[in-house]
């Protein structure tokens, strides 16, 4: 049987291949495409693999505690306070969290007189404050995948609040009721300002808490530049009169005076008690992180 030429080349290329292994000693087979000089000859393979870079974290470089401003806004208004963080893992830190912040009904509407500048809330019966004291618990997400200048991250706190209620106006006759109107009623009942009605504190314990998603900026560790967008609530069991808890009764748009003397004749409930608040939050951040020495 004749063998063509073309049969003849596997056995040529393997006796080359087998020649070159034997001549050189055992040496080495580099993967493709790695220039490595061997005496006068080069041969070409892949280059070794290197690794990755571990992204950096306030754990292991020695940033442990630190200290920042918060400011915050919510449907209850501003909130301003303080936070301080410490670093438990490479990217998970404690949080305690201290602010003060007004809250108020999601019903409220703000009306403001245009000729003397006077802002007036329709049927708010108390103003209220809020001290919430939080702990929580901070994890970074994502750390391999998303650079350090921009790290994500998640928390959760659960907490306290002293609640600080104060009458929004002058009850004269203690009815529930703001007489506002001259032309309506025999009395007017003006508006306290924030530093009146005190003598009439009323306080209330609430339960507090806020889960968040944010943003932690710059490559500078020890600056505290967080941007956090998240939930936050107020649980109060015994709950606090935020609107007029009374109105009076209307027939046809008019109040009910059969004696004519400008006081009403009865009242129906008009607003209930409130025990539950919550509101998205947007939430900065700013401070500092002291280093271990």
């Not at 049987?1 to 393997?14: A, E, G, I, T, Y």
């Not at 209850?76 to 602010?99: C, D, H, I, K």
């Not at 007036?120 to 995948?145: A, C, E, H, N």
């Not at 200048?149 to 203690?174: C, I, K, T």
Request: aromatic share 16%; proline share 4%; no cysteine.
């Amino acid at each position: 049987m004749k063998l063509s030429k073309q049969s003849f080349q596997p056995v040529v290329f393997f006796g080359l291949t087998m020649f070159m292994v034997l001549t050189n000693g055992g040496m080495t087979i580099v993967a493709q495409n790695t220039q490595v000089e061997i005496g006068e000859e080069y041969a070409f393979g892949e280059p070794e693999v290197e690794g990755y870079d571990i992204s950096r974290n306030l754990y292991d470089e020695g940033f442990r505690s630190g200290l920042g401003f918060r400011i915050g806004l919510n449907d209850f208004g501003l909130q301003l306070g303080a936070q301080y963080r410490r670093a438990l893992r490479p990217y998970t830190e404690a949080l305690v969290s201290l602010s003060i912040s007004g809250v108020r009904d999601p019903s409220e509407q703000t009306y403001i007189d245009y000729y003397f500048g006077n802002r007036v809330v329709p049927s708010k019966y108390k103003r209220v404050l809020s001290t919430p004291l939080t702990l929580g618990i901070k994890q970074r997400f994502f750390p391999d995948q998303i650079t350090d200048n921009f790290r994500v991250h998640g928390s959760v706190s659960l907490g306290g609040a002293m609640m600080f209620a104060l009458p929004y106006f002058e009850d004269y006759n203690s009815n529930g009721f703001r007489e506002a109107n001259i032309n309506e009623f025999a009395i007017y009942e003006p508006v306290n300002d924030v530093f009146e009605g005190w003598n009439q504190l009323e306080t209330e314990l609430a339960f507090t808490g806020e889960w968040v998603l944010g943003i932690d900026f710059g490559d500078n560790f020890a600056q505290l530049q967080s941007f956090q967008f998240g939930y936050t609530f107020y649980y109060m069991p015994n709950g606090i009169q935020i609107m007029e808890p009374f109105k009076p009764i209307r027939e046809n748009g008019f109040i009910v005076d059969v004696d004519q003397d400008q006081v009403p004749d009865g009242y129906e409930r008009a607003n209930d008690i409130v025990n539950y608040l919550g509101s998205v939050q947007i939430t900065f951040v700013f401070g500092k992180m002291w280093a271990r020495k």
